[in-house]
C-alpha cells in the first residue's frame, strides 16, 4: 500500500489556476501509475488525469497538466483557467497500470477541496 497526502487546494476565482500536489510514501514510487480524480457535490468521482511511471500522460481536458517527480515521491496537477464546475474535492491514486477507471489504482488520498467561484 502506498500512502498519499495531497495538498494544494483551495478558493480561486474563475479563470485562475491551482497546482495540486499529492506526496507518496513508498519507496518504489517510480514504478507506479498514478492518476487524479475528482468528485463534485452529489457526483460520482471522475477521472482526471494519469502518468504511467515513465512519464507519459491522458488528460482529457486541456486544461489541466499532470507531471512527476520521483525524486520526491510527488506528482502533480496544474489546473489552467479554472470553472466554478471543476469545484470539486480532487484525489490522487496510485496503482500497477494507467486506466481511466478506478479498478487499477489500490491506494488512494484522503482528497483535497478545489472551490472555484464566479
Known amino acids: 500500500q502506498v500512502q498519499l497526502v495531497e495538498s494544494g487546494g483551495g478558493l480561486v476565482q474563475s479563470g485562475g489556476s491551482l497546482r495540486l500536489s499529492c506526496a507518496a510514501s513508498?519507496?518504489?514510487?517510480?514504478?507506479?501509475?498514478m492518476a487524479w480524480f475528482r468528485q463534485a457535490p452529489g457526483k460520482e468521482r471522475e477521472f482526471v488525469a494519469t502518468i504511467s511511471p515513465t512519464g507519459g500522460t491522458y488528460v482529457p481536458d486541456s486544461r489541466f497538466t499532470v507531471s512527476r517527480d520521483n525524486a520526491k515521491n510527488t506528482v502533480y496537477l496544474q489546473m489552467n483557467s479554472l470553472k466554478p464546475e471543476d469545484t470539486a474535492v480532487y484525489y490522487c491514486?496510485?496503482?500497477?497500470?494507467?486506466?481511466?477507471?478506478?479498478?487499477?489504482?489500490?491506494?488512494w488520498g484522503q482528497g483535497t477541496e478545489v472551490t472555484v467561484s464566479s
Open positions: 491514486a496510485a496503482g500497477a497500470s494507467v486506466a481511466r477507471d478506478e479498478r487499477p489504482y489500490t491506494s
Open positions: 513508498a519507496r518504489a514510487f517510480s514504478n507506479y501509475a
